[in-house]
C-alpha cells in the first residue's frame, strides 16, 4: 500500500484503518471499488459539521442566509482548493487515462475526493474527528473566504495595463443530468487557459484560478 503519511499529517489525522483512505483515494476510473459511496456519505457529513458551526457562530443569522453561507462554504471551489492545500491530488489513485487528461487537478476530482477522505475520517475516528477535519480545511464559518478568481484575475490584469478579459464555452461533456463544462480565458485574442467545472460559472473560475498561476509563473 503507498504510504500516505504526508496526506495524513495534512489532515491532522492518522488512520487506523489504512485501507478505509485507500478507497477514499481511488477514483472510479479504477473499476468496481472507488470512493463514490464515501463521496455520498462525506458530503453529508461535510454539511453537518458546517450547519453546526455556522448555527454556533453566526447566532442572529437567519435560515436563509444561512443556507447560503453554508452553499458558499461547500461549493467546489472552495473543496478543490482545499484539497490542493493538502496535496490530495498526488495521493489519488486513477488510471493512467484520467491521469493524462489532468485528472489530478480536476476541481470535480479533487471535490469528490475531499469528501470521500472526509468521509473516511468519520467512520474511523468519529464526528469530532470529521469535524476537526472540516475546522482545519473549510475554516470557522466566520466568513465565507470565497475565492473569486475572476475578479482577481481582472483586477491584476487591468493594473499591468491588459484589457479586460473574455471568457467562452468551449466544451461540454458527460451526460446531459451531469455534465462537465470547459471554459477559456481569452485576452487579446489569445487563450491564456482553461478550466472545467459542473456548470459554465464554475469553469470560468477555474480558468481564472490557472490563468492566475500562468501569470504568477511568466511574470507577467
Not at 458551526?53 to 435560515?63: G, K, L, S, T
Not at 476530482?109 to 468519529?126: I, K, M, P, R, S
Not at 464526528?127 to 465565507?144: F, K, P, Q, Y
Not at 460559472?201 to 477555474?206: I, L, N, V
Request: glycine share 8%.
Amino acid at each position: 500500500m503507498a504510504d500516505h503519511k504526508a496526506l495524513e499529517s495534512a489532515l491532522n489525522y492518522h488512520f487506523r484503518d489504512r485501507a478505509l483512505l485507500r478507497l477514499a483515494l481511488t477514483h472510479p476510473s479504477m473499476g468496481r471499488r472507488h470512493n463514490q459511496r464515501l463521496e455520498f456519505l462525506g458530503d453529508a457529513v461535510l454539511e453537518l459539521c458546517v450547519s453546526e458551526r455556522i448555527y454556533a457562530r453566526h447566532p442572529e443569522m437567519q435560515e436563509g442566509a444561512m443556507t447560503q453561507l453554508r452553499q458558499k462554504l461547500v461549493r467546489e471551489e472552495r473543496l478543490a482548493d482545499a484539497a490542493r492545500r493538502i496535496g490530495l491530488g498526488a495521493h489519488l489513485i486513477m488510471d493512467w487515462g484520467c491521469e493524462s487528461t489532468g485528472g489530478r487537478e480536476n476541481p470535480s476530482v479533487l471535490c469528490d475526493a475531499f469528501e470521500a477522505v472526509l468521509a473516511a475520517v468519520y467512520l474511523d475516528g468519529g464526528l469530532d474527528a470529521a469535524r476537526a477535519v472540516v475546522l482545519l480545511l473549510i475554516g470557522d464559518c466566520s466568513e465565507t473566504g470565497e475565492s473569486d478568481y475572476k475578479s482577481d484575475l481582472q483586477q491584476k490584469l487591468q493594473a499591468r495595463g491588459h484589457a479586460v478579459p473574455a471568457y467562452e464555452t468551449v466544451g461540454q461533456a458527460g451526460p446531459p443530468h451531469d455534465p462537465v463544462f470547459t471554459a477559456a480565458v481569452v485576452l487579446d485574442g489569445r487563450e491564456i487557459a482553461r478550466g472545467e467545472g459542473k456548470s459554465k460559472k464554475r469553469a470560468e473560475q477555474e480558468a481564472a484560478r490557472r490563468a492566475l498561476e500562468i501569470l504568477e509563473r511568466s511574470g507577467e
